[in-house]
């Protein structure tokens, strides 16, 4: 009698093993031995138990949340490898799976985007960014988000036309319009302003003397901006600044990037000394009006 009990209970016990309790429980001890590799640095062999817990539990959050985490550690940001790309296909998927199970969750897209940029997948960014500032015009987070991506991306005039655009939805704001500015320095000091360019005057007297001054100015790089197009750009971003300190008179910041695009303004004059010293000399009188700021000097 004892006999046939316990073999009832035993087959009892089987049969529930394969109810959804029990799969459930099967599904989270995978996840749970999954992040355990997760902190031992042991990413591809993490991602396999996340994969078979994917049949288990497949409504729950965290496998997902976790899996995508776990994918993304195998990606090299910027390869082009197929393991790479890979890694960053499983992350978008487990992702793109969250955004279905937890609607709510803002992650999912935020883990996307930042995927998206791990992987240097710049159209994707492009469309995704579009699509929000279509659909939500003033959304300030979609106009800095397409600012960096096209930055990133090696399409600095589209950045800078977003900076501005950004700056726009915020008009009275002096920072929006110190960042347009800083943005334009930006540009220019990575685009033929190096700081070698600050060692050279065009006076013969100065330029053929051996003393701390270059003899001759750096030829121009491919894709460096030079000449009218230099002053052009220089001259937005002194817009902008200007801008900023009429909104915020003491921004010592503010004149110190007035100071510093006025000297990149001046690389397009080596040409023209007078020029070139007309610049320089609005470069100095900036600074000294970012020094006596900043000492509350009126």
Known sequence: MSFRFSSCASAL??????????TQVRGRKRIREANELYRRGKYAEAVTLYKEAEALVPELPVLWLNEGYTCRQLIAPGSRDPESRRAGACALAAFHRLGEVAPRDPRAGELTLQTWFDM??????????????????DDLDAVHGLQDVYFKWGKWPQALEWSKQAAALRSDDAEAQYGVGTFVWQILSTHGGGAQLAGYSPWPEVSGTKGSMTLAPPAAAPGDITDSARV??????IVYLEKAIARRPRYPEAMT????????KSFAFFTDPIAWQSAVDEADNWQQKAADARAGKS
């Open 13 to 22: 016990a089987l049969a529930l093993c394969f109810l959804p309790a029990c």
């Open 120 to 137: 240097q997948d710049y159209p994707s960014l492009e469309a995704a960014f579009l699509e929000r500032r279509r659909q939500a015009p």
């Open 257 to 264: 990037y007035l100071a510093l695009l006025w000297r990149q």
């Open 232 to 237: 052009a750009l220089a001259d937005q971003g």
